[in-house]
Structure formats: C-alpha cells, structure tokens
T-cell receptor
Framework: AQSVTQLDSQVPVFEEAPVELRCNYSSSVSVYLFWYVQYPNQGLQLLLKYLSGSTLVKGINGFEAEFNKSQTSFHLRKPSVHISDTAEYFCAVSENDYKLSFGAGTTVTVRA | GAGVSQSPSNKVTEKGKDVELRCDPISGHTALYWYRQSLGQGLEFLIYFQGNSAPDKSGLPSDRFSAERTGGSVSTLTIQRTQQEDSAVYLC??????????????FGQGTRLTVV
C-alpha cells in the first residue's frame, strides 16, 4: 500500500519569493502522482499530475513539480508567489487504480 | 450542474443521531468517491463507486457508515449513531473513468459535520 508524507505543515512566504513544497511517497510499484490545491472555502482542484514521460510537470498558475523516482519524491515549486496562492496544498498518489492516497497537506500563507 | 454538488454544506447533529450526506456528481461521470478530511489530517478514502460494479467499501471506518448510489448518479453517505470523532468535512468527488491516471477527480465543496 502507498503512503504520502508532506514534510512541511505550514509554509509562510513573502510575495514574489519562490516556494517549494515537499512530498515523499512510499510504494513498491509504479505510481501516478498529483498535487491538488484547496483555496479558502473552496473545494479541491487539480494543480498538476505525473503519469509517465518527462519528470518535470507543469501545471496551472505557474506551478511545476519534478518526479524523482530514486528519491521517491514529487516536490512542488513556484518561482514567484502571489497573495492569491495562499491555500492548502495536497500531494496524492495512486498505484494505477482509482484510490487516491493523500498527504496531510501543507498550508501556504503568502504575505505582502 | 457544472460541478459536484454536496448537501448540506454544514450539519450539526447530536451524538447518537443518524445523518445523511448527499452528493450529486457531474453528469456523465461514472466514478464517484467519498473522502473524509479531519482537522490536521490528510484526506481519508472512504468508499468508491464505478458504474454497476460492486463498490469498494474498504475505507469505511466502522459498520455505522454506509453509502449507496442510486441509478449510477446521486450518492448518499449515511452515518448511524454519530459519535464526536465523526466530526469532519466529508468530500465527494467524481471522475469520467475509473482509472485515476486517465483523468482527474473533481471534488465538491464538502459537508462539514459537527457532532455535539
């Protein structure tokens, strides 16, 4: 069975600074990897996903993530954040089936 | 509707009462999932429906929890004899096909359940 660890529960960051959210997973088989975002008082929406191919995945709103198989990681990055990026971010993994396993989430707070 | 709709958005109930949570998936989506989001926790898988196949109930935490999906569309999650530890946000999601890798899951805004 797979599990997901998000290493940071809270990440404060200043506007226009870069941000990296760390995600590690454990699985014995090939996986699909996802990042979801939950803005205040809204539902979860997909930021990006890795299925196969290039290990660098680009998503919406300027986010990107890199799949590293040897380190079993899928870290999310953005070079310059905005106030509107304040949200909770969830990493998720699926072992080629329908059941998404989520991490505990990382709360990003962007300050002016 | 255009998205996944859940009702009620908030529910406060007394310990020991039964509650029903409703989910209307996106029209045409064959897969439907229920997750639970507790404070400070990740998203916990509860149950999955796909078309006419038997649902995967492996995530239901106890026999007080049950769910059904009528006509391959609307789903109801029922919690009997609610306990305070049941307090959480219950999220429903739907997707067009079963395999997560082929498509994304669209989430509703959730039902916040508070058991007092």
């Amino acid at each position: 069975a797979q599990s997901v660890t998000q290493l940071d529960s809270q990440v404060p960051v200043f506007e226009e600074a870069p941000v990296e959210l760390r995600c590690n997973y454990s699985s014995s088989v090939s996986v699909y990897l996802f990042w979801y975002v939950q803005y205040p008082n809204q539902g979860l929406q997909l930021l990006l996903k890795y299925l196969s191919g290039s290990t660098l995945v680009k998503g919406i709103n300027g986010f990107e993530a890199e799949f590293n198989k040897s380190q079993t990681s899928f870290h999310l990055r953005k070079p310059s954040v905005h106030i509107s990026d304040t949200a909770e971010y969830f990493c998720a993994v699926s072992e080629n089936d329908y059941k998404l396993s989520f991490g505990a989430g990382t709360t990003v707070t962007v300050r002016a | 509707g255009a998205g996944v709709s859940q009702s009620p958005s908030n529910k406060v109930t007394e310990k020991g009462k039964d509650v029903e949570l409703r989910c209307d998936p996106i029209s045409g989506h064959t897969a439907l999932y229920w997750y639970r989001q507790s404070l400070g926790q990740g998203l916990e898988f509860l149950i999955y429906f796909q078309g006419n196949s038997a649902p995967d109930k492996s995530g239901l935490p106890s026999d007080r929890f049950s769910a059904e999906r009528t006509g391959g569309s609307v789903s109801t999650l029922t919690i009997q004899r609610t306990q305070q530890e049941d307090s959480a946000v219950y999220l429903c999601a739907s997707s067009l096909v079963a395999v997560v890798g082929d498509t994304e899951a669209f989430f509703g805004q959730g039902t916040r359940l508070t058991v007092v």
